[in-house]
């Protein structure tokens, strides 16, 4: 397909497992995001890459997430040691240039992944 | 306090009726601004951005209000396919980074 895709589309863990988060983003996009989005809420930045350069990882919430793009293209959003506060929905978005700047890009999501941590 | 605040709600609004929310951000150096449409269990979709001279796509029609620092959308002629939850979106200055509202759900009925 042409738009971002993410799988798994759900995901089932006991806590203390490690999970891992795919994200394809449209081909040739430069710039992806990750976001978590709890139930309710708005969603809330993660972390940031322009190709495979992770620019930005301020808005991961511990060092039990973890994020790599290493060929610029797919991403993995790693989570270990998950906790129960770790469920919710993680969304993948990409645009095709340099995010930020005076360029209001769109931003392109995938469908989530939705996480529970049993 | 929230950067970006809206009434979750929800609207119950009639079909055919006009509706419109708002949502206020506290971040003066707030410069870009955004509305973004989510469906039940979906990802967010890009509705429109919104400009300061405010601007119309069809039924919709946003507007900001720097001086006061919120942003309105107004739905016109409303559909029931227009049921939704509407998030509002700010980004401040030349950062790439998004700020979300929660939401505001609209429910149209019929």
């Known amino acids: 397909g042409a738009g971002v895709s993410q799988s798994p589309r759900y995901k089932v863990a006991k806590r203390g497992q490690d999970v891992a988060l795919r994200c394809d983003p449209i081909?040739?996009?430069?710039?992806l995001f990750w976001y978590q989005q709890a139930l309710g809420q708005g969603p809330e930045f993660l972390t940031y890459?322009?190709?495979?350069?992770?620019?930005?990882k301020s808005g991961l919430p511990s060092d039990r997430f973890f994020a790599e793009r290493p060929e610029g293209s797919v991403s993995t959003l790693k989570i270990q040691r998950t906790q129960q506060e770790d469920s919710a929905v993680y969304l993948c978005?990409?645009?095709?240039?340099?995010?930020?700047?005076?360029?209001?890009?769109?931003?392109?999501f995938g469908d989530g992944t939705r996480l529970s941590i049993l | 306090r929230k950067e970006v605040e809206q009434d979750p709600g929800p609207f119950n609004v009639p079909e055919g009726a006009t509706v419109a929310f708002n949502c206020t951000y506290s971040?003066?150096?707030?410069?870009?601004f955004f509305w973004y449409r989510q469906d039940c269990r979906k990802e967010p979709k890009l509705l429109m951005s919104?400009?300061?001279?405010?601007n119309e796509d069809g039924r919709f029609t946003a507007q900001l209000n720097r001086a006061s620092q919120y942003i309105s959308l107004l739905i016109r002629d409303s559909k029931l396919s227009d049921s939704a939850t509407y998030l509002c979106?700010?980004?401040?200055?030349?950062?790439?980074?998004?700020?979300w509202g929660a939401g505001t759900k609209l429910i149209i009925k019929p």
């Open positions: 978005a990409s645009s095709l240039g340099v995010a930020g700047g005076i360029s209001n890009q769109p931003q392109h």
């Open positions: 081909s040739g996009h430069v710039s």
């Open positions: 890459f322009q190709n495979e350069a992770q620019l930005d």
């Open positions: 971040n003066s150096a707030s410069q870009s």
């Open positions: 919104v400009y300061s001279s405010g």
């Open positions: 979106v700010v980004r401040k200055g030349s950062n790439y980074q998004l700020i």
